[in-house]
């Protein structure tokens, strides 16, 4: 059982900046394609990027450009980082880990909000 932690949300102006953080409780963090996902107020879940275990990431067109994902195997944390944030980014966002054993993003995060200010 993988134990996802995130941290970070806040509320923030619109262009500013925020950085999430998902710690996991396993040591084979190293292994897992890690997501990040959000859900707006009366939408879907809908992606946001991911980074796979061999460190390339893929992001959605609304974020590209402006979101990074990073981890640091070493802490078994993935991050978020948010740069000029607009008002619709705001949302829960949520990490997730692909264990890469067929079942997709099978462990998920309890969610942190990001509110932006217009």
């Known amino acids: 059982q993988v134990q996802l932690t995130e941290s970070g949300g806040g509320l923030v102006q619109a262009g500013g900046s925020l950085r999430l953080s998902c710690a996991a409780s396993?040591?084979?963090?190293?292994?897992?394609?890690m997501g990040w996902f959000r859900q707006a107020p009366g939408k879907e879940r809908e992606f946001v990027g991911v980074?796979?275990?061999?460190?390339?990431?893929y992001y959605a067109d609304s974020v590209k450009g402006r979101f990074t994902i990073s981890r640091d195997n070493a802490k078994n944390t993935v991050y978020l980082q948010m740069n000029s944030l607009k008002p619709e980014d705001t949302a829960v966002y949520y990490c997730a880990a692909d264990t890469r054993t067929g079942r997709g993003y099978a462990y998920w995060g309890q969610g942190t909000q990001v509110t932006v200010s217009s």
């Open positions: 980074i796979r275990w061999s460190g390339d990431s």
């Open positions: 396993e040591r084979t963090f190293s292994s897992y394609n």
